[in-house]
């Protein structure tokens, strides 16, 4: 009952850049950056009064352990004329990633013994230059942006982050890190890029979580 | 017996000192007569504590000697010369001076080398990128800069025609930054022009190609939207035009060509990043390179650059059916896909428009081929996500490389 799509096809494209942001958020954080390296297989069901679902062969590499790509399974179930709902997406990860205790540990001293909250702004600049001390703030963002283009992903855009346009870090008398971030994310069907309000909280065990989203209004 | 003591002596002084000096050197030109001078001139060169440094040695009358002298024997030397006669000019009056003047000429040759020299490595300016094509112009006799048109805000369009001879031969054409913010874009169309004037003549591929056909390279094709990125707004799209009745500037420049026009896959809305235009051709941008491309009627191939994505696309994006010429794009375009991927491993997807990225309307190269420029070609060029249009500095080369080998695989078909 499944069709097979060719990979290069835009609706296999998509529905894989969805499971990869999920994934991403899932798995990803100041230490861990996933992005797709290829997708190996894609099929898709309709699947009447429900919508439609893909399934998808993938792999995946983090961006700081390149030699070494993760083969993945999933399926991304797009809810029959819906644009409130997210994609149902369920992803298997084959194999292990690589640890980040350390990187994450470090991180987490770091900015818990900063005076001053963090704050900084247009990451990468325009010429594509990261700051290597700002290099975790970029990867976490990354990795929120996972959750907001999983839940505002449909059949008809393709999201990325474009940019972290601006960051501030809020202390806590909890545990967690938090961090405001205003994200670009460009949606590449309409080619859009739009600002986009992001609180994320972290932790070294708990991991990354977005407590609050909200679009800003207008353009970039 | 006096003579030969003062001469040990001043050559022991030298030697202690460890010149590498050659102040108060002279270089003279001593102009035999006869056998007999010519050996009195061998007896001076066997003279060793002279320490005499001839550039040209006596051998026959009928030739030049030419030897330096250092500073502390050129006295000596030169009454021993006249006392036997023998005539003599002065060639260099003090070496040291000489070599200083050449010292400084080389610097200052290595400063202007340095400073004109152009860092193909990193962004650039409008400003600056008009001055490299300036440099590559007169650096080049087959290379010319054409204006073929004015932005909206008045900047010149210029192409650099690469042409070594003939009268319009039958010609490709290659553009960039069409839109603004794909910065890698422009960046790679700088190091490609400058590969392909300075492999004609040593690499065979490129020397045949130009030998036969002319090249036209438009490496940024949207100014006005290209300096605002650097002033105001890095993520701009589209051109700088009024729209009239709306508060929103621009039209998507690729969105604003005759095919398909106005169709699915572009915005009616002013406000939006793939508004097409109140007409076809409305943007000046597009309509000088229309008007450029009509008038000079024998183009073969049309491609143009993009980023992001790693794609390699055909037409048609206006609709969704295939070009008549399918087979033979679809396999060139994965011949010239595996060259790019031949250099780094980078995989770029192979297509047509409406199948691999969206149905887009107005689109430049289903414009060129339904105008009879059969080998229409667009590429999305690197990344895939993560830097997206920020991509890195370092990016720049290696994707220009690898891209170049791309665009010469199907310019060897054209040919």
Known sequence: RAMELPPSHFSAARAAAVAVGYLRYLRGGPGRGLELRALRRARRQDMDDVGHKYYLELELEDVLDKGRTAHCTAEVLYHLGSKSTAPDVQVTVQGELRSTEEADEEFYNRIRSLEKELVAENIPDSHGSVPPELEPIHLLAWAASGYVIWQNSTENTKFHLAQVKHVKQVKRSDEDLQFDYVLLLHEMVSQEVMPWEVTVLWHPRRGARVSRDRRQPGHA | ANMKL????????????????????????????NEEEVKQLQLLESLEHLQ?????????????????????????????????????????????????????????????????????????????????????????????????????????????????????????????GIHSREWVTQASALWIANKIASDYGTDASVTSLLDKMDLFLLPVANPDGFVYTHTSNRMWRKTRSKIPGSICLGVDPNRNWDAGFGGPGASNKPCSESYHGPSANSEVEVKSVVDFIKNHGNFKAFLTLHSYSQLLMYPYGYKCTRPDDYAELESLGRAAASSIRSLYGTTFQVGSICKTIYQASGGSIDWSYDNGIKYSFAFELRDTGRYGFLLPASQIIPTAKETWLGLKRIMEHVQ
């Open chain 2, 52 to 176: 005499l440094d001839f550039w040209i040695n006596p051998s026959a009358p009928a030739l030049p000697v030419d030897v330096r002298i250092p500073a502390v024997n050129v006295q000596s030397v030169k009454a021993f010369l006249e006392s036997q006669g023998i005539e003599y000019s002065i060639l260099i009056e003090d070496l040291q001076d000489v070599l200083d003047k050449e010292k400084q000429d080389m610097a200052e040759s290595a400063q202007r080398q340095r400073s004109s020299s152009f860092d193909f490595g990193a962004y650039h300016t409008l400003d600056d990128i008009y001055k490299e094509l300036d440099h590559l112009a007169s650096e080049y006799s087959f290379v010319e800069k054409i204006q073929i048109g004015e932005s909206y805000e008045k900047r010149p369009l210029y192409v650099l025609k690469f042409s070594t001879g003939g009268s319009n031969r039958p010609a490709i054409w290659l553009d960039a």
């Open chain 2, 6 to 33: 003062i001469f040990f002596f001043s050559a022991l002084i030298g030697a202690s000192l460890c010149l590498e000096t050659f102040v108060g050197h002279q270089v003279l030109r001593i102009k035999t007569k």
